[in-house]
């Protein structure tokens, strides 16, 4: 394993993360919610009528997630995306996210940023449970099955 030096961006990755934590503090604070982005979403794709000061901060939350890419590329290059997978291969791979984000009482963000933050069991039990499966996935694609 190597790392790649010339996009290695300790610098960059650091201020998204105090930026994540700061609107992370801020919802929380303001607003008295989690910011966990499938709740955020699957509460405004309910349908009806939201309760009242419950629909405009999830659109600005969303419409920051988008908006901040955007603004992003004004001050550096994007890094060029590459997807090596077949149109019906992202299909699935986003429903079972969707249905183990549903499963799992929340999403990586809900848990990982949020829930540990608060020093819920719930969410610690979820994070590992998301991590080991993602080494344990990477590691056999990447060393059992390539091979």
């Known amino acids: 394993m190597s790392i790649d030096w010339t996009h290695f961006t300790p610098w960059l990755s650091l201020a998204g993360g105090i930026?994540?934590?700061l609107a992370t503090v801020m919802l929380l604070y303001f607003k008295g919610r989690v910011?966990?982005?499938s709740g955020v979403l699957g509460a405004l794709m309910q349908g009806g009528t939201p309760p009242k000061g419950h629909f405009g901060w999830r659109i600005a939350f969303l419409a920051g997630l988008l908006v901040s890419s955007a603004v992003y590329g004004l001050f550096a290059v994007m890094p060029a995306a590459q997807i090596d997978a077949s149109y019906p291969?992202?299909?699935?791979a986003g429903l079972l996210v969707g249905f183990g984000t549903r499963m799992g009482s929340g999403c990586t963000s809900g848990h990982a940023v949020c829930g540990?933050?608060?020093v819920s069991p719930r969410s610690l039990a979820a994070t590992a449970s998301f991590?080991?499966?993602g080494f344990v996935t990477a590691y056999l694609l990447f060393h059992v099955l390539a091979s």
């Open 19 to 21: 930026m994540i934590g």
């Open 35 to 37: 910011a966990g982005v």
């Open 116 to 118: 540990l933050a608060r």
């Open 131 to 133: 991590m080991v499966s």
């Open 89 to 92: 291969l992202i299909v699935i």
